[in-house]
C-alpha cells in the first residue's frame, strides 16, 4: 500500500480559505488505507475539502467501458468505490470562484459578489488516475484538461521514458509544460509541448508518480469572472507493489 503522504491539512474552513487554493492546487486519486482516496492539495499538502466538489468520478474498464464511481462522502474528505478493479478513474473537482480583494486577500465567492474584486478565477481540477492497467491502455473519456498517457507506465520504474499528450477540450494544446512530480519537487518541468500537444518526459519515483498541467482561459462578459484555470492531473504507481508484507 502506499505510504500515506503527510498530511499538511488544518480545518476545512482554514483550508479553504488559503490563496492557495485557488490555482495551485490540483486532485487525484490515491490508496488510502486501502481504500481509493480522493486528495486535494498541492506538493506535501492534503488537504481538507467539502467532498460536494466532486462533480464526478468515472470508472474505466481496459476495454475502456466506462461507468460512474460511487463517492462516499465524509466529513473532510471521501473515498471512492467503484465496481470491481477499474484501469483507471476520470475525476472532475469543481474548486469554485476565488476572487482576490483589493487588499490581496482572496475570498471563496464570485466576482458579483465582491464589492472590491480584484481579479476573479472559477478553477477546476481534472483527474486522470491509472490503477490497474496492464498492457495497452484503454480510451479514456473526455476532459476540459488531461494529460493523455500514450504509453502505460505502470509497471516500469524511475527514470524510464515515457509519452504524453496534452489535451485542451479534446484536441492538442501546444506549448505547454508539465510539472514531473507534483508532490515532491514541482519545479521539475517538462519541454513545451509540441504542435499535437505531445512531449517525452521521464518517471520520477517507482512509487505513487503524480504530473501536472495549468491552463487559463480568459471570460468575457461574465459577471462571475475574469477566467476559467484548470488543472489537470495524471497518477499513477510506476512499480506495482506488494501485499505480501
Known amino acids: 500500500m502506499l505510504r500515506q503522504i503527510m498530511a499538511v491539512s488544518g480545518a476545512l474552513a482554514l483550508a479553504l480559505s488559503l490563496p492557495a487554493t485557488a490555482g495551485a492546487h490540483g486532485a487525484w486519486v490515491a490508496e488510502r488505507w486501502g481504500e481509493l ?8 499538502g492534503d488537504d481538507a475539502y467539502d467532498p460536494a466538489r466532486i462533480k464526478e468520478a468515472v470508472a474505466i474498464a481496459e476495454d475502456g467501458t466506462a461507468s460512474p464511481a460511487a463517492i462516499d462522502s465524509r466529513n473532510k474528505h471521501a ?3 467503484p465496481e470491481g478493479e477499474p484501469a483507471a478513474i476520470a475525476l ?15 475570498v471563496n465567492e464570485p466576482k458579483d459578489k465582491v464589492a ?5 478565477g472559477h478553477y ?21 484538461l488531461q494529460i493523455v498517457p500514450l504509453d502505460n507506465p505502470v509497471g516500469r520504474k524511475a527514470g524510464d521514458p515515457i509519452r504524453l499528450r496534452l489535451l485542451y477540450d479534446g484536441k492538442p494544446l501546444a506549448g505547454a509544460v508539465v510539472t514531473l ?5 514541482a519545479s521539475l518541468k517538462s519541454d513545451p509541448t509540441d504542435a499535437d500537444g505531445e512531449v517525452v518526459v521521464t518517471i520520477r519515483n ?12 480568459p471570460l468575457e462578459n461574465d459577471p462571475k469572472a475574469d477566467k476559467i484555470g484548470y488543472t489537470a492531473t495524471l497518477s499513477f504507481v510506476a512499480e506495482a507493489h506488494s501485499h505480501d508484507d
Open 37 to 44: 482516496g480522493v486528495v486535494y492539495g498541492h506538493g506535501a
Open 79 to 81: 473515498i471512492l468505490k
Open 92 to 106: 472532475t473537482f469543481d474548486n469554485g470562484y476565488w476572487t482576490e480583494k483589493a487588499d490581496g486577500k482572496w
Open 116 to 120: 472590491d474584486a480584484k481579479e476573479t
Open 124 to 144: 477546476i481540477k481534472n483527474s486522470l488516475s491509472l490503477l490497474h492497467v496492464h498492457d495497452a491502455l484503454p480510451a479514456f473519456p473526455k476532459q476540459d
Open 181 to 185: 512530480d507534483y508532490v515532491n519537487q
Open 206 to 217: 517507482d512509487g505513487l508518480n503524480v504530473l501536472a498541467a495549468d491552463h487559463s482561459v
